[in-house]
Every structure is written in C-alpha cells, then in structure tokens.
C-alpha cells in the first residue's frame, strides 16, 4: 500500500486547526473522536534522542487533529500482543530487533512496516548504501548523478597507500568508517590530504574522492512520493595551491548537520541553485524502488564549474530533520 493511501482518510481534518495536545484532549472527547471516525494508529520504536527531536508534543497534537494517534511500542512485551497498529515506524539498531520486525510483518501483513528491517540495513555500509545510485547511472536532459570514486579498506593501514595507487584515486580523499549504524563513531569523518598520511587512517573504511562542490550541499528528504529539497553549508572546495601545501589527515565535525540552514544566505547563484526537479523525482522514484524504501535522505553535491554533474555522497534512514 502507498504511504499516502495509508493517511488519505484523514483528508478531511482541517489542516488549519490549532493543534491539541493529549492533556488539552478530555477523554470523553477523544473517545467521541474515535467513535466518528477511524484512527490510523502509529506504533513507534526510537530511540529516547529520535523521540525527543521527532515526536514533539506540537507535532504530535498536529498528527492526532489529522486522526493519526502515535503509540508507543514496549520493547518489553511481545509485538503481536500490542496494537492494533496500522503502521510500525522504528529506528533501532539490533539484530534481535529486526528479527522481531521481520517476525512481525509475516504475521501482520496487514500493518505497514516502515520500512523493511533488511532494507534498511543496506544504508548501514556506506558501500551497498551508494551502489543503488551507482549502478542507476543516472543521465537525462537535466543532468547526471553518480558517485564520486571510492574504495573499501577492510583492514591494514599500512596498505592504503598502495590501495589508493592501484585504484587511481586522487586526493584529497574523504575517509568515512565503512558502517554507518548512526553511532557517534560512524559519523567521525576525515579528509586525507597526502598520501603518506593515509596510513594513519583506521579501516574499516571507504575512501572516497572529495568533489569540489562550492562549499553548499542539497538535502532531499523522501517521503513516499513526496519530496523536499533544502541547502546546507557543507566543506569548502580544497583548491590546488591547498593541496600542493598541506599535509596530514584532519578530523572533521559533522558539518551539514550542525550547520545552520543555507536556505537564506547570499551565496553564488550557480553554487546555490537547486538540482532540476524533475532530476530529483526521477532519482527519488528509482531510488524508492531499488532500495525498497520510503523514508530516507540523500545529500547531493554539484561538482564546482559544472552546471549539471551531481554526486549522491550519502543517504540516511529516517532522517532527524525533515522540512515537511
Ligand atoms: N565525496 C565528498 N566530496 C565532498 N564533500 C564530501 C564528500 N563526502 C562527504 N563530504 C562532506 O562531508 C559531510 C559528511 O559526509 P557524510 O554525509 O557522508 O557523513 P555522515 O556522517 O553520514 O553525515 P549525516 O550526518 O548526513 O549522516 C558532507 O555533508 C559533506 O559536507
Ligand atoms: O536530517 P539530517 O540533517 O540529514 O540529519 C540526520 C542525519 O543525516 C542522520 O544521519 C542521523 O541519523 P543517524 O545518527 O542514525 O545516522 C539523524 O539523526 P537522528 O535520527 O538521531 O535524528 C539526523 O542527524
Ligand atoms: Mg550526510
Ligand atoms: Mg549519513
């Protein structure tokens, strides 16, 4: 079933009321509610940070004024027995989870898992997690998308060097740990100016090309059917005087995330303008398809001095900050 059909019964609450709270509701009231009109019911399994930055009480006053009821999910007692759900959204990490979750949807094919535990556990190698795009090979009149260049380094430091020889990569390279389970570790990034230094990376990990993009990276949040595309500050092109000057490996914050929006700032208009539409619905749609997913995010860079060569540098489950 869409996503969208999953909700289109709520269409007829009025989007513009002001959104109620579960203490503003008086139980008489909401169970009036419930008697008029069916709920869709949500059960949900986050984690204490994602419930803080997602569920937050004004979003949950809005879902339940358009009948969407969020409940949670005790890990503690078994899944069949809880519910009914129309829908279990999760982001949890486990493999005793996901095999309660795959349990769950041979015996409720009748409840929208979002998404597929399996599925999902394709993003979290930063290797299968851009195949998808790579073997797309994406090309239209709008424009290209693919990957920038990259290598796995599953072990053994001292042969990145030779590693990065073989494959032809350029530097400055990005090192990025080879799993992304959304630990703090596995968002520890770091950019490799010389080759002599590479040894001081600690694999397992990918190497990827660092592409010039203007310092400004696009966000496509997807949700079924739906996208939004926002900009943020991102790294700073590395010029050729830089490279030829600077040695070492250096560490990296999480940029695009602490970075404040770029929407609003006044930037080089070919630097900031947005990818064609009709390139991101098409990346969107095949992506959705080939990864079995509905609820994700892709960053998205245009190479500097092009008008038209993207790269997809990285997609994420169930991101914290949709723009919706
Ligand atoms: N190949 C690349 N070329 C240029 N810049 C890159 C490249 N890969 C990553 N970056 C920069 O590093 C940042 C972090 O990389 P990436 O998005 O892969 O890490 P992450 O920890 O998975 O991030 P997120 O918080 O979005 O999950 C990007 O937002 C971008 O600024
Ligand atoms: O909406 P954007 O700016 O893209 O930020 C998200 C990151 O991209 C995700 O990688 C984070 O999830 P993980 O920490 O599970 O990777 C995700 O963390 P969250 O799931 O804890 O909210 C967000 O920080
Ligand atoms: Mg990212
Ligand atoms: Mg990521």
Redesign the pocket.
């Known amino acids: 079933m869409r996503l969208e059909e999953e909700f289109s019964h709520c269409d007829n609450y009025d989007e513009e009321e002001e959104p109620k709270t579960m203490s503003q509701c008086s139980i008489g009231a909401l169970q009036q509610q419930q008697q008029q009109q069916k709920f869709v019911v949500v059960g949900y399994a986050l984690?204490s940070?994602?419930i803080k930055?997602?569920l937050q009480p004004k979003f949950e006053g809005l879902a339940r004024n358009k009948g969407i009821l969020f409940v949670a999910i005790d890990q503690n007692r078994p899944l069949s027995d809880q519910g009914p759900f129309d829908i279990v959204l999760h982001?949890l990490t486990g493999k005793e989870w996901r095999q309660i979750l795959e349990d769950y949807r041979q015996t409720h094919p009748e409840v929208t898992v979002l998404d597929p535990p399996d599925a999902i556990q394709h993003l979290h190698n930063r290797q299968s997690m851009l195949q998808c795009v790579a073997d797309m090979n994406l090309s239209t009149s709008y424009g290209r998308v693919g990957v920038p260049r990259q290598l796995v380094i599953k072990k053994d430091a001292s042969s990145i060097a030779d590693a990065v020889d073989k494959a032809g990569l350029i530097l400055p390279l990005v090192a990025k740990p080879l799993v992304?389970?959304?630990?703090a570790k596995?968002?520890e990034l770091s950019l490799a100016y010389d080759q002599y230094s590479l040894q001081k990376l600690e694999p397992p990990l990918v190497l990827q090309e660092f592409v010039n993009h203007g310092g400004v990276l696009f966000?496509v949040?997807i949700v079924g059917e739906a996208i939004k595309v926002v900009r943020?500050f991102s790294l700073p092109d590395v010029t050729k005087r830089e490279l030829s000057k600077v040695t070492g490996v250096f560490r990296f914050p999480?940029v695009?995330?602490a970075a404040a929006s770029a929407d609003d700032a006044d930037l080089d208009p070919s630097v900031a303008e947005l990818p064609p539409r009709p390139l991101l619905e098409r990346l969107a749609k095949e992506l959705r398809w080939r990864l079995g997913l509905r609820l994700f995010?892709l960053?998205i860079i245009r190479e500097h001095g092009t008008r038209d060569h993207f790269y997809v540098i990285?997609i994420?489950?169930?991101?914290?900050?949709?723009h919706f």
């Open positions: 984690t940070k994602k930055s997602f982001k992304a389970d959304g630990s596995s968002h966000k949040y943020r999480r695009s995330c995010n960053d990285d994420n489950y169930f991101p914290g900050k949709c």
